[in-house]
């Protein structure tokens, strides 16, 4: 079974984060670095398990300080300058006096910071620091979950995924569904599709009639590749081998054999999962990055929703626009 590489994911999206960083001019650079502050605060309680708060939530631009963690006694600076004069700047702040026993973090969120472990450093004020340990870079963070349980990883996968958005890329996305088509497409049917708008009311009372909350959020987001998915259906329906029936064949499958024991939200994600197992457990499948492939899989169940294959219909249901 091919095992969906969460971590591949994971080192993707601090990379695109860095480099969005390390690009910005500086009229955006300080907007993006707050972006990062934020994420860096949840995303070191996700790996480290830290109970760390914005320092900056009670001092607006705190000096030398960004994060901090009572419980474990860290203070903790999130910077895009990688560079001696920056930490030793932090470390001869005089604001970091009240912190006598507390250990000083330095996480550079945009270059790699070997090359600063390997020196000393002025610590005026005698704040726990060690520079082999204590300064954090991407590399040493991938390092920490690379060795984490797999649970871990994907837990740690969710996370990121959520909060680091990685725009689209159509062609991408187009040669992706085909290829996941083309997989869940075992049987020849003799009938297809008609290729239509969608109507995003009757969607929507759709979503209600089936007590949908938590699905609402991937079916509003995914809904808008339906003509997406109707233009890459048509061209292999035109070819004789009417691929949308079976494709919405298997994931109608999927959802009668679930139906019975779930409903509402949890058989919507159910669903996903399913076909998610189907496309990688097959024979046929060339591997791309998981995220790609959740991606595709969200926006052909959607698709399959919209299409009346999956859930339950209100009254006069009608998804095509007139």
Partial sequence: MNRPNYFNV?????????????????????????????FYQYFLIEIYGWKVINENDNRQNAEAIDLIDHANKLVIQVSATVTKQKIEGSLSNPSIKQYSG?????????????TLRKKSFKNPYGINFSPSSDIIDINSLLSRIRGLH?????RIYEFVKKELVVEIDPMKLESNLASIINILSK???????PISAINTFEIDRKISHNNLSAAKMIISDYAIHHGRVDKIYAEYDSQGSNKSMSVLSTIRQEYAKAKSILNDDQLFFVVIDKVQ????????????????LELCI???????FIRCKIFENPGNYSYASA
């Fill in 102 to 114: 507390y250990t000083y973090k330095f996480i550079s969120i945009a270059r790699n910071a070997d």
């Fill in 10 to 38: 994971i080192e993707e999206r601090l990379t695109f984060l860095a480099l969005r960083i390390t690009n910005r001019g500086k009229l955006n650079i300080l907007d993006y670095h707050g972006h990062a502050e934020n």
């Fill in 150 to 154: 797999i649970d871990d990883q994907k």
């Fill in 277 to 292: 197992d189907k496309v990688l457990n097959s024979s046929n499948y060339s591997s791309i990055p998981f995220d790609e």
């Fill in 298 to 304: 969200n926006i052909l169940v959607v698709d399959a």
């Fill in 187 to 193: 049987e020849d049917w003799d009938k297809s599709e």
